[in-house]
């Protein structure tokens, strides 16, 4: 029943910003950690940010200081700025929980960054 769904991505300037959305429908028990992820084609999956129960939250050093984590709810946000070309990839939403199945992901949402 629990679905994540991302939105927000698309073309974007250098310099310029976004802010991913994550809807997630049903009900999440234990919910240790919620995160995003980024992945380019031939790349594994990589970490952007991530956020503990309580709040604490960890990036990936390429992002610190440009991108910001944070939920509401049932939302959780992924604010971007002054994005680089770098950042290019596919953005993926995760849940994860203290049981099985242990991790939800969303199906990911595009980002792409001009020079």
């Known amino acids: 029943q629990v679905k994540l769904v991302e939105s927000g991505g698309g073309l974007v300037q250098a310099g310029g910003s976004l802010r991913l959305s994550c809807a997630v429908s049903?009900?999440?028990?234990?919910?240790?950690?919620m995160g995003w992820y980024r992945q380019v084609p031939g790349q594994e999956r990589k970490l952007v940010a991530t956020m503990g129960r309580g709040g604490n939250t960890n990036y990936a050093d390429s992002v610190r200081g440009r991108f910001s984590i944070s939920r509401d709810n049932n939302m959780a946000f992924l604010t971007m700025n002054s994005l680089k070309p770098e950042d290019t990839a596919v953005y993926y939403c995760?849940?994860?929980?203290?049981?099985?199945?242990?991790?939800?992901w969303g199906q990911g949402t595009q980002v792409t960054v001009s020079s």
């Open positions: 049903g009900t999440i028990f234990s919910i240790t950690t």
């Open positions: 995760l849940y994860t929980t203290s049981y099985q199945p242990y991790e939800y």
